[in-house]
């Protein structure tokens, strides 16, 4: 069974530290990995998505890297704001078709002016 | 704004009502998804709809009634709730044959049962 962990589970850090963010799973068979952004109340936002053949995708001040063999990857924040303040999940997928993913635990920034 | 819609956004009810909630999407998506979410949990895979049929159950309980009555539409029909079902409800969304497009959610319905 797949299972899926964040470390750590919440992070504090003044605004403008460049920070990562930690995925690790179990079972390396995984189809692609996503992170998502979530504010308290609200629903997922899809931040970034790595297939299995890729080692890391980049958006703005966010890079994702994923090192399938070892059942890792990691969210790189650069510069952070305090609009990054959220909780950031990961989510490993196994099938093609619709999308079963597993979840992790989620880490929870907080980012200070 | 998303573009995965649900209704309600805030729903309280007794439980010995009826309700539903709602979830459409016009993104062309023939994927669709229930989670539940409790408070500082990741979400729970409820039901997977593709091409409007249930492709996946989750063991959960029959007081929680799925219904895909078109491609745009998803629905879920509550009965008999129980308070440990007060929780988030998200909808998602997702192409089928693009496998490597993300999975778009809704804001949520916020459940509370009394």
Redesign the interface.
Known sequence: KQEVTQIPAALSVPEGENLVLNCSFTDSAIYNLQWFRQDPGKGLTSLLLIQSSQREQTSGRLNASLDKSSGRSTLYIAASQPGDSATYLCAVRRNTGFQKLVFGTGTRLLVSP | D?E?T?TPKHLVMGMTNKKSLKCEQHMGHR?M?WYKQKA????E?MF?Y?YEKL??NESVPSRFSPECPNSSLLNLHLHALQPEDSA?Y?C?S?H?RD??????????T?LSIL
């Not at chain 2, 500082?40 to 979400?43: A, G, T």
């Not at chain 2, 496998?99 to 949520?108: L, R």
Request: net charge positive.
């Open positions: 998303t995965v649900q994927a998804y500082k949990k990741p979400p895979l997977v593709s492709s996946i988030l998200l998602a997702s089928y496998s490597n497009q993300p999975q778009h959610f809704g804001d949520g916020r």
